[in-house]
């Protein structure tokens, strides 16, 4: 099932959101994304914990995801997720690296 979550500013722009599946008792997150002017203030944690709320809701206890190296890995470390795999070789010397948590 597809997962959606927006935030929008008060006049209504969007400034970020997540995009995501749900299937299987797991959860996927494909996309984090914030407008850089709106980066450094909580708002992508409090995207992640929406994102992790919704998928529990849907009777999920784990989510999966990946970012590329020049990324986000840390704020996904800090967020309590493990990192499981690395694809070396990525274009421009990166990595892709790939996690997971279980929801408790």
């Given at each position: 099932?597809?997962?959606s979550i927006r935030a929008t500013d008060?006049?209504?722009t969007l400034i970020g959101g997540v995009t995501g599946w749900t299937w299987g008792g797991c959860g996927s997150i494909q996309?984090?994304?914030l407008s850089?002017?709106?980066?450094?203030r909580g708002l992508g944690s409090r995207l992640l914990t929406a994102?992790?709320?919704?998928?529990?809701?849907?009777?999920?206890?784990r989510v999966v995801l990946a970012t590329m190296s020049f990324?986000?890995?840390g704020f996904y470390l800090r967020h309590g997720y493990e990192?499981?795999?690395?694809?070396?070789?990525?274009?421009?010397?990166?990595?892709?690296?790939?996690?997971h948590k279980r929801l408790t």
């Open positions: 099932m597809p997962l008060d006049d209504g996309s984090l994304w850089p002017e709106h980066r450094g994102a992790e709320s919704e998928i529990r809701r849907r009777g999920c206890d990324q986000a890995p990192q499981v795999g690395l694809t070396p070789g990525m274009p421009h010397g990166s990595a892709k690296h790939h996690f």
